[in-house]
Structure formats: C-alpha cells, structure tokens
C-alpha cells in the first residue's frame, strides 16, 4: 500500500475533467512564440500551459532553454489567455524562479527523477508551496525510482501530486523513441491507486504521427490526462521538432479521441 498523503490537483475555478490536457511547446524560445501558441491553444480550450524554460540536453552543445528570460512571458500568457502555466524544474534555483513569476504548477522531468539528490533539493525546495507536482517517470525502466520521487516531493508536504508517464530508454531501436511499457504505469496505479496518472505521448513516440495512437491507448487504458507538445511551427522547434503538433492538428487529435471502457 502507498505510504502517499495525496489530495485532488486544483487549479483554482478550473474543473478538472478527464482527459485533463496540458499543451505548449517543448521549449520556450522566444515572446512572441510562446504568446502566438498560447493564445491558439487558448482558442482551442486548452487550460493548462506547458513550456521548457531550463532544458536538461542529453548531449552538450543543444539549445539548453532560454532560462529565467522566459518567464515574464510566461506570466503574460496568464495575464492574457487566463491558462495555468507550468514549467520544468530540476534544481531549487529553478523553483525558487517559477514561484517568483507565479507558475502555477511545475514538474520533474525524465533526468531529474532519476536523481534522488536532485528530486531531494527540488522538493526541498518546494516545502510550504502546495501547488500541484508532477514527477515524470525516471529514464529508465525503474518503477522504485519512480514511486522515490514520488514520496521524496510527497514528504516535502506537496500533497497535489501527480506522475506523468514519458516512457523510458532502450538501446535497442523502436518504433518509440521512449518505450511506453505500459505495464510499469499500470503497477505504479495499482501500487497509488489515487494517484492522478497522465500520459506523454509526446516524448512516448518522438514523431507526431504516433500521437493520436498513443494518446488513444492512454485513454483505452484509462490515464487521467495526456500532457502534448505545440508549437506554432514545429518543424522550426529549437527542441524536439519532429515531435511537436501545430495546436489546428492538436484539436484534430483530441476531438478524435474516444473515451472507451477503461480496460484496467
Ligand atoms: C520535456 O517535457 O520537454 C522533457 C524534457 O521531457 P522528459 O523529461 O520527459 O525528457
Ligand atoms: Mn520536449
């Protein structure tokens, strides 16, 4: 049984409905990118914001995000578009920054969660601050690491918690980039049943044209949201580009979708 003390995600006068939706880009580039996209997600009924700020590169030499730069326009997406934003963090510099510019929610990313030290420092960092976390499973297929994380934020007093399933690393080549093992999430709910469980199919396929499937298996079996990378020109994307979905074809995929009898 979980040892967790969670409580419903709330963002404040939002109902939260399933499939809960957060979009935006992979990373935030400049004013003008992260407004136009907003407000297109905006005008397609997405509530919650989504854009990289700090972005931990696998390799040097990548665009590594444009920092606390982006963050005032961040701050005018809600200002303008009246969306929940939410950021990335992996050190408590970077908590300490969105709680400054009034970030509403925050998660730990693939990188990070596979750090006990780090998740340690971030949820160090976040005592006193119930907004809502969302730790991302940890690179590899390691659902200890995972549920880790998870207690680590949990301890630090963050009781709006969530986890959000990116898929996890091979060596071997597959059509994923990130391999669902769907079977892991599927533990991680039977071991938290109350934990909210939404599914990345964005950084799951690494190509757009696996989105719709992949969010579909999300919802046939049963996930709470899905968390989908938008950029108004994706191939332009300084960060995963082959990845992203203009917000025209993400309305296309979510009206797609069916909500069928979950199968777990
Ligand atoms: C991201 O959300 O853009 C990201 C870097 O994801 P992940 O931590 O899942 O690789
Ligand atoms: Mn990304």
């Known amino acids: 049984m979980s040892k967790l003390n969670i409580e419903t995600i709330k963002f404040p006068g939002l109902e939260l409905k399933r499939p809960v939706i957060i979009s935006g880009p992979c990373s935030a580039e400049t004013e003008e990118q992260v407004l136009t996209t907003a407000k297109e997600l905006a005008a397609i009924g997405v509530k ?22 982006g963050l005032p326009w961040l701050k005018r997406v809600k200002e303008e578009t009246g969306m929940f934003i939410g950021v990335e963090v992996a050190t408590s510099h970077h908590v300490y920054e969105a709680l400054k510019f009034g970030v509403d929610m925050v998660w730990v990313g693939a990188r990070t969660s596979a750090n006990p030290f780090a998740v340690q420092e971030v949820a160090d960092a976040l005592k006193g601050v119930n907004i809502p976390v969302f730790v991302k499973n940890p690179v590899n297929p390691d659902l200890d690491l995972w549920i880790g994380a998870l207690e680590r934020i949990n301890g630090a007093g963050i009781t709006q918690l969530g986890a959000i399933h990116r898929g996890f690393s091979t060596y071997d080549k597959s059509e994923f980039r990130n391999h669902p093992q769907w079977q892991i999430p599927i533990e991680l709910h039977r071991r938290i049943p109350e934990l909210p469980i939404i599914t990345d199919p964005s ?20 996930f709470d949201g899905l968390i989908i990378e938008a950029h108004t020109c994706p191939e332009k994307a300084w960060s995963d580009a082959s990845q992203q979905v203009t917000p025209a074809r993400l309305k296309e995929i979510l009206d797609n979708l069916v909500l069928r009898r979950p199968k777990i």
């Open 48 to 69: 919650i914001f989504r854009a990289g700020i700090w972005k931990p590169r696998t390799r040097p030499g990548a665009f590594e995000g444009v920092g606390s730069l």
């Open 203 to 222: 950084h799951i396929g690494g190509t757009r044209d696996l989105i719709a499937d992949i969010s579909q298996e999300a919802m046939d079996l049963n």
